[in-house]
């Protein structure tokens, strides 16, 4: 046992015994420091004064704050707690958040005895009123990832002396060392800190941030109650650590080299015009959200690069987080990044850490970490002291926001707002970064109101973002100018555009919005190759064995044929038909990987699923192999996979997806004699079912459809009138029609007319989706951290579960591990699966796999009373009714 001194942390051998040790009062000076060197060195100080009505921190704010900071653990001078050191005495075990919270506002002389031990009375007059300070202190104090309440209850026994240990002069002893270490916080008058609660939820975001950093034991060990100022040697270390994980981005921001001119130098060619706007746009300090409209294949990716170099080398940010719809479209995105980053340093060292944010990979810099499952420490396949520094971020899905690049994908930053662990941390360190949202218009209503409410978080802090997509509709357009011009001035009143004006917008267009100055649309020249598109509707949606055969005979005739399903059922089902038409000679003719017959979609485990995006991309990229391929995939193919068919058969979908869709027809300029004849023009058959979609719709406006109707895509009135103008055209231009596309299909007045047309069931229909959008929208804003309630109020707790977060945002999908690893289907060995929530919602999540067969090629398992395949076709239940209407993600 730990005898006559205060400890914070401890470790313990085989047998339980304590093995190690760290001082209460040297975390808290570990604590302390890291919150002073965020504060003093990162663009944190000017956006948690922008959410404090300041311009930046002064040197006294920053002292004061971190004299909160260090007062993070307070609650573990009680007793309870620290009888924790002893194993007999597990019967007076304590926490260390309740019982501190409780002694506020509790009138018993415990509480008396606290304010005398910190006098907090001098504290609380840093603030010009005590309340909002002394709850400063309480969000400081909730930094285990949310918040609590004070039920002014306590357990004063907890607070009495214990084993030579009494908790109010070890808090005494800590208000000396605070005032010796932060000498300046305690001069009278002075600064006072901000009073608001959106300042109270930005700096207990911090303190989150510093104590994951400060309670990390390879940078800050145990000191096994060394009995030295810990202090000198905290203050180092915070330097280094933040130095080294790039959070400090100063030494990064001297080697990265960059101006208009240098574009080439780094992109490896010329800037096109959206690339030359971006790259040349106006470096705002207060908080900017920018909007790219251009079509796929125009460069929107290094036009956004260039944006944050832009910024970075101004010092209005200090990292990036590039978020992505699918895992499958930020794993290649990392990819590029990776290389670019280097690229645009002027020494091959120092460069920003990039970052791969989705949850299962470990990967930084191109590096792969390796967890170790005894110890969760990560070991790297590089100089381990170094990537201990750059690959921190990396080894906890919590901590990915932390980073300095970071790619991945959009759910991370949307758990910055929601009611989860430790959000306010996510939130704390996406304020460093420029916001860059690639595809805005693949979210929902319900992942559309949180980005809203991220992006206003953000820009309320002096933030900054970029919203791309391939071409918005007006609504959309309108909704990001909204959320903007209402953070700056409550007043404003939307105002919508009409039908005829929403056609006439230019396209490529870049939108800057940005505090204190009028909004300004640059229409971009595009000299984008203008690509015809012949179309076809099929009426053949339900016959896979007709969908196979015409592909199969283009495919024969030396086409690289695309096959994208709305689901993965459906998907599969193709494959199979594609299979069992194809003669054993033109085997050759499909699909494989590692000369396995297979398909693409998202539910294959880790490593395949990068054996399969390498072979489509050798199948159907820019440097394809020559001969005719037909390759069956869902919506994992339409996002930053380089694919370039000569034929596309798609299921009927939304306008905006099916132009994105068809971005990877025709992608690349090709010489004559590599295409087919046939297929030298671009040509798109989209599949249809024979009946009216109406068909579909009961009643009661509840559309019950195959296909994804009315499940992956909600709307059935989009759905038909994407249905509509593309069979009144013989053929479709792009990029110079995607407005006109989009606006037919997307603007209210057009899907107004429509349903109007149709009468019933289509007006109850829309009527459903109207309530269905407006209860989603409702379901996120309930769901939300809401940041004018003060930590310690009722209205501040978490609530235990979101349902809506397990299926929406993946958090309710299982990695599942195995005992012993199987061969993967196509190379390497597999060790885990990642189930879709969707299908596991109603199992314990510590359920295990159970009755796992291995038997040729083909994995059999249970978990929980689900029966589960996986082999070259992926992923998926072992059942007849396996009814999905799911994003494939």
Not at 100 to 118: M, P, R, T
Not at 690 to 714: D, H, P, S, W
């Amino acid at each position: 046992m730990i005898k006559n001194q205060f400890w914070g942390k401890l470790s313990r051998g085989p047998n339980g015994d304590v093995s190690g040790w760290h001082s209460l009062f040297a975390h808290s000076a570990d604590v302390a420091a890291c919150v002073e060197v965020l504060l003093t060195s990162t663009i944190l100080n000017r956006r948690l004064a922008k959410l404090g009505g300041l311009s930046f921190l002064s040197s006294q704010h920053i002292a004061r704050l971190s004299v909160i900071a260090a007062l993070h653990d307070i609650g573990k001078f009680n007793s309870g707690f620290q009888a924790k050191c002893d194993l007999s005495l597990r019967s007076k075990w304590e926490g260390h958040q309740k019982p501190i919270l409780d002694l506020f506002g509790s009138q018993v002389k415990e509480e008396g005895l606290l304010y005398e031990a910190l006098d907090l009375e001098k504290m609380l007059s840093w603030a010009f009123d005590q309340e909002p300070m002394l709850r400063l202190i309480i969000a400081t104090i909730c930094h285990h990832g949310k918040p609590l309440i004070c039920t002014s209850n306590p357990q004063t026994y907890l607070w009495k002396p214990f084993n030579g240990l009494n908790p109010f002069e070890g808090l005494k002893m800590l208000r000396h060392f605070t005032q010796a270490w932060f000498a300046e916080a305690f001069i009278a008058e002075g600064d006072v800190l901000p009073s608001n609660s959106e300042f109270h939820h930005g700096f207990a975001g911090v303190v989150m941030l510093a104590d994951w950093m400060g309670s990390t034991v390879k940078f800050f060990p145990f000191d096994n109650g060394y009995e030295e100022d810990r202090m000198p040697f905290a203050r180092e270390m915070a330097r280094k650590v933040i130095k080294e994980m790039g959070v400090n981005p100063a030494r990064y921001r001297e080697n990265m080299s960059w101006n208009a001119e240098r574009f080439s130098d780094i992109f490896g060619f010329s800037p096109r015009p959206c690339q030359e706007v971006m790259g040349n746009l106006p470096i705002p300090l207060d908080g900017s959200i920018s909007i790219l409209e251009g079509e796929t294949g125009t460069g929107k990716t290094e036009a956004a690069l260039a944006r944050f170099f832009s910024l970075f080398k101004s010092g209005v940010v200090d990292g990036l987080y590039f978020a992505l719809p699918t895992r499958t479209a930020a794993t290649q995105m990392y990819s590029r990044i990776c290389k670019i980053i280097k690229q645009s340093c002027v020494n091959e060292e120092p460069y920003l850490p990039v970052h791969l944010a989705v949850p299962g990979y470990i990967h930084v810099d191109g590096k792969v970490g390796e967890r170790i499952l005894t110890t969760f420490d990560v070991l790297w396949d590089d100089d381990q002291e170094t990537m201990n520094f750059r690959g921190w971020a990396s080894e906890n899905p919590k901590r990915f926001l932390a980073g300095s690049i970071i790619v991945g994908t959009i759910d991370q930053i949307l758990l910055s707002t929601l009611q989860v662990k430790h959000a306010h941390m996510r939130s704390a360190c996406l304020l460093r970064h420029l916001i860059v949202v690639d595809e805005v218009h693949a979210s929902d209503a319900y992942m559309n109101r949180l980005l809203e409410d991220v992006l206003s978080h953000h820009i309320k802090a002096g933030g900054h973002a970029l919203l791309m997509s391939a071409t918005l509709g007006c609504s959309a357009r309108l909704q990001f100018k909204r959320l903007f011009i209402k953070t700056s001035d409550p007043g404003f009143h939307e105002v919508s555009e009409d039908y005829e004006k929403s056609c006439c917008t230019p396209y490529p267009l870049v939108t800057c919005h940005e505090i204190g100055k009028e909004s300004q649309a640059i229409a971009v020249h595009s000299n984008a190759r203008e690509k015809e598109v012949q179309m076809t509707l099929l009426d053949k949606i339900d016959r896979p064995q007709e969908i196979v055969k015409l592909a199969l005979e283009a495919a024969q005739k030396g086409a690289k044929v695309l096959i994208i399903r709305n689901t993965v059922q459906d998907a599969i089902q193709t494959q199979l038909a594609l299979e069992e038409m194809a003669l054993s000679e033109q085997h050759s003719l499909l699909f494989q990987c590692e000369n396995r017959l297979t398909l693409h979609h998202a539910r294959f485990a880790k490593i395949d699923r990068e054996s399969l995006d390498h072979a489509i991309e050798l199948s159907f990229g820019k440097e394809r192999q020559k001969g005719g391929c037909v390759a069956v995939a869902t919506q994992t193919v339409q996002q930053s996979l380089d694919l370039d068919a000569d034929l596309m058969i798609t299921d009927l979908c939304p306008i905006d997806i099916f132009l994105q869709r068809i971005g990877r027809l025709h992608r690349h300029d090709r010489s004559g004699s590599e295409r087919p004849l046939e297929y030298r023009k671009a040509q798109a058959v989209v599949l249809i079912p024979e009946e009216n979609l109406g068909q579909m719709i009961n009643i009661r406006g509840v559309a019950k459809g195959k296909y994804g109707f009315g499940t992956v895509y909600e709307d059935l009135a989009i759905l038909q009138a994407t249905w509509e103008v593309l069979q009144s055209k013989d053929y479709i231009c792009i990029p110079s029609m995607n407005r006109l596309l989009v606006e037919e299909v997307l603007h209210p007045t057009k899907l107004q007319n429509l349903i109007l047309r149709y009468g019933e069931p289509w007006i109850a229909h829309h009527k459903l989706n109207h309530g269905r959008l407006y209860a989603h929208k409702s379901i996120a804003k309930l769901n939300m951290i809401n940041r004018k309630v003060f930590f310690g109020e009722p209205d501040s707790l978490f609530p235990e579960t979101i349902a809506e977060i397990k299926t929406r945002l993946g958090e309710g999908d299982v990695q599942v591990s195995f005992s012993s690893p199987f061969d993967s289907p196509f190379k390497g060995q597999i060790t885990t699966l990642t189930i879709p929530g969707w299908q596991i919602e109603e199992i314990p999540e510590d359920t295990g796999i159970k009755e796992f067969v291995f038997d040729n090629d083909r994995v059999y398992f249970s978990f929980g009373n689900k029966q589960f395949i996986y082999d070259r076709l992926g992923l998926r239940l072992n059942s007849t009714d396996n009814i999905e209407g799911h994003l494939d993600v």
